[in-house]
């Protein structure tokens, strides 16, 4: 039986990124969320914090590539819609590369936009085209501050 502060983790890539992510933050809890996507996905929150965190990693892999299809991660406060946060990647993540290709996404610099306070929320913002996308899964890894 699993604690309850941790998420399953479902891919040999998810696993590999855990394993790093636990020798940096040493004694430190990580949630790990991961989200499947499909060429009918629209922007949507994925998280809404529990308690103070701070975006560290974000991969994503597909087994078929999108037309043009992109993704990033926000930050949304208060009344703010999905799709209208604060970008918390440096660039987006295509979701038109080579299939079975583990991508990962930059975090901005900027601390204060990367920490999430209690009620703040984690969406992922979808642009371009989403034809033809299947098999996509993200994974999004926070760390308690």
């Known amino acids: 039986m699993r604690p309850n502060n941790q998420a399953h983790i479902n891919t040999i890539s ?6 790093a992510l636990t ?19 629209a922007t949507r929150t994925v998280y ?11 991969s994503e892999v597909h087994s078929t590539a999108s037309s043009s299809g992109t993704l990033t991660l926000e930050k949304c406060t208060g009344t703010t819609a999905p799709g209208s946060g604060t970008v918390m990647l440096t660039a987006t993540i295509s979701l038109a590369g080579t299939a079975n290709t583990v991508l990962t996404g ?13 009620g703040d929320r984690l969406g992922i913002k979808i642009g371009g085209t989403m034809t033809s996308l299947a098999g996509a899964r993200t994974t999004i890894t926070l760390v308690q501050v």
């Open 106 to 118: 930059t975090p901005v610099s900027d601390v204060s936009i990367l920490t999430l306070a209690v």
């Open 48 to 58: 809404v914090a529990t308690h103070p965190c701070k975006l560290v990693a974000v």
């Open 14 to 19: 998810d696993k590999r990124i855990a394993r």
């Open 23 to 41: 020798a940096i933050f040493d004694n430190v809890t990580l949630l790990p969320i991961t989200e499947a996507l499909t060429a009918t996905d």
